[in-house]
């Protein structure tokens, strides 16, 4: 198995990732410079590197499968990886990235685990879009817009659900 990290990939998640979650900060008034290049960072680093092996993975394991059962798989695996632990990790990396290390704690898990439940629907269609109808070399670019409009989502979920 060839892991994939590119130049594109890292350049697309640096900036993708940071647009959308300075969107978010600016909402909610939290906006830090340590905080968006904290999150070019990790978008050009661990997402840029995960997502486009994960989902390389998922291509490798419904290979065999047929149709509907090809879609679906692709989609719930899809949906899985963006599950509320991920959530959780992302906005653990807000808050490190913000100063708030003091608000790290279970509560953070909570408000993902709710955060991800109320997003199903939404996140169904986003990524049954992006596994099934978009190309593999496309769908790092497409699930990083998708998320950057999460993100936005993500961190006003925490004052929702809090």
């Known amino acids: 198995m060839k892991l994939k990290y590119t130049k594109s990939n890292i350049i697309r998640g640096a900036i993708i990732y940071s647009i959308g979650d300075t969107i978010a900060a600016i909402i909610l008034n939290e906006f830090l410079w340590t905080r968006i290049v904290g999150i070019v960072f990790i978008g050009a680093t661990v997402y840029a590197f995960e997502i486009p092996n994960y989902f390389s993975w998922i291509d490798r394991k419904t290979k065999a499968l047929k149709k509907s059962?090809?879609?679906?798989?692709?989609?719930?695996?899809?949906?899985?990886?963006?599950?509320?632990?991920?959530?959780?990790?992302?906005?653990?990396?807000?808050?490190?990235?913000?100063?708030?290390?003091?608000?790290?704690?279970?509560?953070?898990?909570?408000?993902s685990f709710w955060s991800f439940l109320v997003n199903i629907p939404i996140s169904f269609v986003a990524n049954y879009v992006i596994q099934n109808r978009i190309h593999l070399n496309w769908r790092f670019l497409a699930s990083a817009i998708f998320s950057a409009i999460m993100a936005i989502y993500y961190a006003l979920s925490e004052t929702i659900f809090k």
């Open 69 to 111: 059962k090809l879609t679906l798989t692709k989609t719930a695996l899809a949906i899985l990886y963006f599950n509320p632990f991920w959530i959780a990790r992302h906005l653990l990396f807000i808050k490190l990235f913000s100063g708030n290390v003091n608000h790290i704690g279970w509560q953070l898990v909570y408000i």
